[in-house]
């Protein structure tokens, strides 16, 4: 069975720009949830996606945003980048309120 | 605001020794605790607990939950090189996929 799959594993941004990441769930899972991990905060969440409908979102400015697709797969865009924006971002995908697998991530430079 | 504290934040111990990782938790409509491993990028799961003093174990790792003391502790016994590793706790709370992880305790096994 293929795991979380996260693309691109890595990108360097400038200032201003925009972005967009993408994720691949486990074939079967609904759930799709995001989160940010730095040295400093550890992981945060950012949003839930379960059939294509925002579940739940974390503490995150409006730049960040995201959608489910009706397979299931969903992408994160990450608008008008900040220096502080440069992470690690994860994405887990679960059946629904079960254990959560996560993907290998999208490392995220802003410059 | 939901929090988890993990315990120590590092510890160094050499092979063969025993460890105890510890997690505790405030959190408002708990469902769900559960342990990741993150070595390089994606954390592995390595368990879901949702009853109190129901020991979960897979090989030299085992761990268990108070619900009344609100916190967990993740056990390593005979403790390899290759448990080197950030070890992170998360709760999960609500309806919802969300998950409140705390910051991580980095693991460091010496030959």
């Known amino acids: 069975k293929a795991g979380v799959t996260q693309t691109p594993r890595y990108l360097i941004k400038t200032r201003g720009q925009q972005v967009t990441l993408s994720c691949s769930p486990i074939s079967g899972h609904r759930s799709v949830s995001w989160y940010q991990q730095t040295p400093g905060q550890g992981l945060q969440f950012l949003f839930e996606?379960?059939?294509?409908?925002?579940?739940n979102k974390g503490n995150f400015p409006g730049r960040f945003s995201g959608r489910q697709f009706s397979n299931s797969r969903s992408e994160m865009n990450v608008s008008t980048l900040e220096l502080g924006d440069s992470a690690l971002y994860l994405c887990?995908?679960?059946?629904?309120?079960?254990?959560?697998?996560f993907g290998q991530g999208t490392r995220l430079t802003v410059v | 605001e939901d929090k988890v504290v993990q315990s120590p934040l590092s510890l160094v111990v050499h092979e063969g020794d025993t460890v105890t990782l510890n997690c505790s938790y405030e959190?408002?409509?708990?469902?769900?605790l559960l342990w990741y491993k993150q070595e390089k990028k994606a954390p592995t799961f390595l368990f879901m607990l949702?009853?109190?003093?129901i020991e979960k174990k897979s090989g030299r790792l085992s761990s268990i939950l108070d619900k009344k003391e609100l916190f967990s502790i993740l056990n390593i016994t005979a403790t390899q090189t290759g448990d080197s590793a950030v070890y992170l706790c998360?709760?999960?709370?609500?309806?919802?996929?969300?998950?409140?992880f705390g910051k991580g305790i980095t693991l460091s096994v010496r030959p």
């Open positions: 949702t009853s109190s003093g």
């Open positions: 996606y379960f059939s294509e409908t925002q579940r």
């Open positions: 998360a709760v999960a709370t609500g309806a919802n996929s969300k998950l409140t």
């Open positions: 887990a995908s679960s059946t629904d309120r079960t254990e959560a697998f």
């Open positions: 959190v408002t409509n708990f469902r769900s």
